[in-house]
């Protein structure tokens, strides 16, 4: 997938990545309903509900991660297919480098990973 990244990770040390993805796994665990979760790319996903139904993508916002839905994926996943992916940069399992927010590289991103996906031609 192709996006600019500005350099920067978004742990200060290793420690500190190892840490914060050890607990985040700790959580995921947890995730409500039965989901699949992969890589696109250097992009985390989880994947919920029907196959079938109509996709509904959650970007979380920043110092975030997927986490962020546990709340309310139960109830989005008995109508929709849900995507939620963890934003590179950010603290979750997807590449912690962060994307440029300079120009269009984060709308980039979206569209390659929504042709990744199949849901863009």
Do not use: Q
Request: charge should be negative.
């Amino acid at each position: 997938m192709t996006k600019e990244k500005t350099g920067l990770s978004v742990f200060r040390t290793d420690a500190g990545k190892e840490e914060v993805r050890r607990r985040y796994e700790e959580v995921l665990a947890k995730w409500p309903v039965p989901n699949t979760r992969r890589f696109i790319g250097d992009t985390h996903i989880i994947e919920c509900g029907d196959t079938n139904a109509e996709p509904l993508f959650l970007l979380h916002g920043t110092l975030s991660n997927s986490a962020a839905w546990m709340g309310d994926v139960k109830e989005w996943s008995s109508r929709f297919r849900v995507i939620a992916a963890d934003i590179p940069g950010e603290p979750g399992l997807s590449s912690e480098m962060r994307i440029s927010p300079a120009g269009d590289a984060f709308e980039r991103w979206f569209e390659s990973l929504l042709d990744e996906l199949g849901y863009k031609g």
